[in-house]
């Protein structure tokens, strides 16, 4: 989604063959359904059992999954349009990127929130319970929604105060760039990537290596947790794909200009859609009390009533 506009010419000029057309679409639809029909069924768990929605750590991780589910919902939508629809509505594209926006930054933030927990659930286990509650988890999840709020609805503020009224009204293949053209945003993009990107890496550096601290006093569990944090560390390498996507695609673009849209695709599945299928392997599968609460509530609904 983050595609320069150089490459929407790409896309335009050399468009895929119908059989070809059909046959990304078709990967891509079956991939968000399958991360979503996952995803759901986590929620559903969650929802299902007091266990999950009484405990931080669960409703963070629900959270994470919750964005996942708009931002694959979203992205799928674009992709159907771009090769069906082409362009959209200004106003209509707007509402798409200002949600696929809102989920996208809300990721990094979500995970290093995850880290501290689990940090001070293995090294200062004793204050878990008065640091760690239920209230303060909610107004954390406030927090980042406020933070990404007036992150990205300043790109609509200053595309309002720069562009004529009647820009609203025009179609446009729907990307950042083309709804939110002024350079100056581009550059405020970059600067706040840069800087939530920075506060969550040095999270997860710190809590990795206090974990690795507590290792050596030997507290217990430390081996999951230590695990849980990588996880957490690929997760936030992925999603940073989707920021080196623009430039990674002006390169490639330049080397096979005849293969865009292929290299296009390619992008779109390892910057947008990997990395919202590693949430549910994280916790849904690794966790044990969840897989099994989780295996539970699937055998029950396949299960003769």
């Known amino acids: 989604m983050n595609v320069s506009s150089a490459n929407v010419t790409v896309v335009l000029q050399y468009r895929d063959s119908f059989t070809k057309a059909v046959t990304k679409n078709v990967i891509v639809v079956v991939l968000g359904i399958s991360i979503n029909y996952i995803n759901a069924n986590l929620i559903h768990t969650f929802s299902k059992h007091q266990i999950f929605y009484t405990n931080p750590r669960y409703i963070l991780f629900v959270h994470l999954v919750v964005n996942d589910m708009i931002q694959v919902t979203l992205t799928v939508m ?128 710190y809590t990795y290596y206090r974990i690795l601290v507590a290792a050596k006093r030997g507290f217990k569990d430390i081996k999951k947790a230590r695990d849980t944090i990588i996880l957490h560390g690929f997760q936030l390498l992925l999603c940073m794909a989707s920021y080196a996507t623009p430039r990674f695609s002006d390169v490639l673009r330049q080397w096979f200009p005849m293969n865009q849209t292929d290299t296009l695709f390619a992008c779109y599945i390892i910057a947008q859609i990997l990395p919202r299928s590693l949430s549910p392997i994280i916790y849904g599968i690794r966790d044990k009390t969840f897989r099994r609460y989780l295996k539970t509530n699937l055998f029950w609904k396949v299960s003769p009533q």
């Open 78 to 205: 674009l992709f159907v349009i771009s090769y069906t629809i082409y362009k959209i509505n200004v106003s209509v594209c707007c509402v798409f990127m200002l949600l696929a926006l809102f989920t996208t930054e809300n990721t990094p933030l979500n995970l290093a929130c995850m880290a501290v927990e689990c940090y001070i659930a293995i090294c200062i286990p004793l204050r878990h319970v008065q640091i760690c509650t239920v209230k303060k988890t909610l107004i954390l999840i406030g927090l980042i929604w406020t933070t990404t709020t007036f992150s990205v609805l300043s790109d609509l503020v200053i595309t309002l105060a720069t562009q004529p009224l009647g820009f609203f009204y025009s179609r446009v293949f729907c990307l950042r760039n083309n709804v939110f053209p002024h350079p100056i945003i581009t550059k405020k993009r970059d600067n706040t990537y840069l800087v939530f990107l920075g506060i969550v890496w040095i999270t997860i550096f």
